[in-house]
């Protein structure tokens, strides 16, 4: 599901091209009302930009909080060199 940042944006855009649409104006008219949408999908391009940041930083913090805990003598074993390699492995 889209976050709800997104959902009112893409209402936005709808309605701002809708308004656009339906007004019986002249062309200078109708690109006016049309703007709030070319600022609703910068914004959407923005969010979803900002949410992929977010989680590649998340992945690689998490990536290394693992290879930190696979490092420790404690868990340092066959079961866990195997398992260890066998997740780098896939993915």
Request: proline share 4%; glycine share 6%.
């Amino acid at each position: 599901m889209l976050p709800r940042p997104l959902l009112l944006l893409g209402l936005g855009v709808v309605l701002s091209l809708a308004v656009a649409a339906l007004q019986r104006v002249g062309d200078v008219l109708r690109a006016v009302a049309a703007v709030p949408a070319a600022a609703a999908v910068v914004a959407a391009m923005f969010q979803l930009l900002r949410d992929q940041v977010a989680h590649d930083r998340d992945v690689s913090l998490q990536s290394a909080q693992n290879s930190f805990a696979y490092r420790h003598p404690a868990v340092r074993g066959q079961l866990s060199d195997q398992a260890f390699r066998t997740k780098n492995l896939e993915g």
